[in-house]
């Protein structure tokens, strides 16, 4: 065709890799004054280092050693989340699972990758991936098992999917031989996968290996 001619548009040069990617459609708006490149080190910096998984860890261990928190904590998550300074971006309406003997709870957004930053900090990939968000509502027993979770077969797996309005955060069962712990100690022990419910807390002889 006469006016078919080939022209490299800006997204054809990109690197493929996606962390390429990002950075080169970052140079790029840099360059046009469309973004600041400290700006955009700051809010990276904030969710992988200063907003992170050990903010729900706080809310776990929190819950596990004070009664009252936990009661408080069940009426009003997304209250009391926010009055110990946490919550924010993704996380300003939460609700909680509690796991038991008799029920384990597992969070996924179906629809896209809805998640607690607040709380959790950067979603897995995993989480994002649609391996995960199709399979853990058909078998959730066999992915928790590729997590390396077997749990006992009468023991109910509840999946809760997260929204746009809801975000989940699953409060694990308290590890045996924890007894008199302080919270720091016990927090040391919530992994962010147990707060997804892909995982359990490590043990008090895992935590010491």
């Not at 600041?36 to 969710?47: G, M, N, Q, R, W």
């Not at 077997?150 to 007894?179: F, H, N, Q």
């Amino acid at each position: 065709m006469p006016h078919d001619h080939h022209h490299d548009h800006p997204h054809t040069l990109l690197p493929s890799d996606p962390a390429l990617r990002v950075k080169a459609l970052e140079t790029i708006l840099a360059d046009k004054g469309l973004v600041d490149p400290k700006a955009v080190d700051e809010i990276i910096d904030l969710y992988q280092n200063r907003i992170g998984p050990q903010g729900g860890a706080s809310v776990v261990a929190k819950a596990w050693a004070d009664p009252a928190f936990l009661e408080a904590l069940r009426a009003d998550p997304s209250g009391v989340i926010a009055g110990m300074g946490l919550g924010g971006r993704q996380a300003e309406h939460v609700m909680i699972a509690e796991n038991t003997p008799e029920r384990h709870n597992m969070v996924v957004c179906t629809l896209c990758s809805c998640y607690p930053w607040g709380l959790l900090g950067i979603p897995p990939g995993w989480y994002k991936s649609d391996a995960y968000r199709a399979r853990v509502v058909r078998d959730p027993r066999g992915v928790l098992a590729e997590f390396g979770v077997t749990l006992p077969e009468e023991t109910k797996i509840r999946v809760w999917d997260s929204t746009a309005e809801v975000r989940y955060l699953v409060i694990p069962m308290r590890p045996a031989g924890t007894e008199g712990w302080d919270e720091a100690r016990l927090a040391a022990l919530v992994t962010r996968d147990s707060m997804i419910g892909t995982g359990l807390p490590l043990s008090p002889a895992e935590a010491s290996a």
